[in-house]
């Protein structure tokens, strides 16, 4: 992997990447992972449209591949190359490759049986909605419709969980459009029967509450707080109060401002 810089794009692509192409169909996974661990630089010499097998698209198809492994390590690794890739690739290619919705490898890892891996793609999401070329409009393209399905959820609690982990994490690139729909979705957990994601959203409401609006704050956030404020779980009760008084002296500010 290393070799990839001093060769150069041609040598790597015709002596290096045959190997690697091998390397990570090792039946061992830690081979594998070494390999996508040293992966962003090597893609980054030989570009992400170098052929593998005679193919042009080989090294993207090989790469989704590994972000739908049987490992949850390998599917974690590769998760975090995609925002490497997102960078090296125009967004129509990147969302057709490794986000096509529904229920392809990007949005199954925000359902990943693993925690570390629902939790790191609210982060990868984050990562990617810093290039330039996707911000905003790619969140609402590609992310929304993932974020959205995750309130339909009735069997996982730790799934449902994902929105609101998305919310406060995300605010800050959403655009008004994106937080108007995420926000009532959100508030509907209010009266979750799960005290976990009751705590989560005060938390949540609270890190992005500077992201919105004072009328959605006053209108909708702080009666929702209210009410877990009055909730029989003193960790929810305390975590709303907390909240209330960060909203209440964000809304003052902006008003005295």
Not at 26 to 42: E, H, K, W
Not at 165 to 172: E, S, Y
Request: proline share 5%; net charge negative; glycine share 4%.
């Amino acid at each position: 992997m290393a070799l990839g810089s001093p060769f150069g794009a041609a040598q790597a692509t015709e002596l290096l990447l045959p190997l690697l192409h091998s390397l990570l169909d090792d039946a061992n996974t830690n081979v594998r992972l070494a390999i996508i661990y040293r992966l962003g630089d090597f893609v980054r010499t030989v570009g992400i449209d170098c052929e593998v097998d005679g193919e042009s698209e080989g090294l993207q198809r090989m790469l989704a591949s590994l972000a739908d492994d049987v490992n949850w390590r390998v599917r974690h690794a590769t998760l975090l190359l995609l925002p490497t890739l997102a960078a090296m690739m125009p967004v129509s290619r990147f969302s057709a490759t490794f986000v096509a919705l529904p229920l392809g490898a990007f949005e199954q890892r925000a359902t990943d049986p693993c925690a570390l891996i629902r939790l790191d793609w609210v982060r990868t999401c984050k990562a990617i909605a810093t290039l330039p070329e996707y911000a905003a409009a790619w969140l609402s393209d590609a992310v929304l419709p993932v974020l959205r399905a995750r309130h339909a959820e009735t069997r996982n609690y730790q799934r449902r969980a994902v929105l609101l982990d998305g919310l406060a994490t995300l605010a800050p690139y959403c655009s008004a459009e994106m937080l108007e729909e995420l926000v009532p979705l959100a508030l509907s957990m209010v009266t979750d029967k799960v005290p976990n994601l009751r705590l989560q959203l005060a938390a949540s409401l609270q890190q992005a509450a500077p992201h919105f609006g004072v009328v959605v704050i006053t209108t909708q956030v702080l009666p929702a707080l209210a009410e877990l404020e009055a909730d029989e779980d003193i960790d929810v009760l305390g975590a709303a109060r907390e909240a209330i008084e960060a909203c209440l002296a964000l809304t003052t500010a902006r008003r005295r401002a």
